[in-house]
């Protein structure tokens, strides 16, 4: 049974760099599918960030694409989150998730952390 | 603002139906047969209950269906139980650069 647990600080200072771990037990990251993070700011909806494919090839949503690299390390079976330049408007609960192919279908995801941008 | 609209909230008896939408665009819900939806309780992680419009994963009740017509993707749940309370959106994939898109979610009461 594939199982995902997001690890990183829970605090973040305006302008620094959120930085988060996704650990994936139970599957191989190097193996097919995507492995994408999302994010749900408090009482709002789910926001697609970004996946990342082995090759690697990475796809980010437009509106945070110039902030947000994602990349992988097969030899841990982990994937990472950086989101540079934060403010608040970056606080929310972010989950990884492993993405069944670019069409919005995530499954499952991580119990996700809940990161708060603030000085 | 979310690019695929959903109710804010709906409500159903216990063992009564409901249906919650989920309408977009031609260029995501209605070109695509890449519809989502996920069920969310209280500080839990999104669960996947329905994929491809109205396929179910393995282990989901058949109590959930999903169908679409036009732009307007929709999720029923019939014979309602009380552990169905919860919040639940939709995701579709795009032709725009933004490529995955999700709906507000919707907060479902049982009452």
């Known amino acids: 049974q594939v199982q995902l647990q997001e690890s990183g600080p829970g605090l973040v200072k305006p302008s620094e760099t959120l930085s988060l771990t996704c650990t994936v037990s139970?599957?191989?990251?190097?193996?097919?599918?995507?492995w994408g993070w999302i994010r749900q700011p408090p009482g709002k909806g789910l926001e697609w960030i970004g996946s990342?494919?082995?090759?690697?090839?990475?796809y980010y949503n437009p509106s945070l694409k110039s902030r947000v690299t994602i990349s992988v390390d097969t030899s841990k079976n982990q994937f990472s989150l950086k989101l540079n330049s934060v403010t608040a408007a970056d606080t929310a609960v972010y989950y990884c998730a492993r993405d069944m192919g670019l069409e919005g279908r995530f499954d499952p995801w991580g119990r996700g952390t809940l990161v708060t941008v603030s000085s | 603002q979310s690019a695929l609209t959903q109710p804010a909230s709906v409500s159903g008896s216990r063992g009564q139906s409901i249906t919650i939408s989920c309408t977009g665009t031609s260029s995501d819900v209605g070109g695509y047969n890449y519809v989502s939806w996920y069920q969310q309780h209280p500080g839990k992680a999104p669960k996947l209950i329905i994929y491809?419009?109205?396929n179910r994963p393995s282990g989901v009740s058949n109590r959930f269906s999903g169908s679409k017509s036009g732009n307007t993707a929709s999720l029923t749940i019939s014979g309602l139980q009380a552990e169905d309370e919860g919040d639940y959106s939709c995701s579709s994939y795009t032709s725009s650069s933004t490529l995955v898109v999700f709906g507000g979610g919707t907060k479902l009461i049982v009452l």
């Open positions: 990342i494919y082995l090759g690697p090839s990475t």
């Open positions: 491809n419009v109205s």
């Open positions: 139970g599957d191989s990251i190097s193996y097919s599918y995507y």
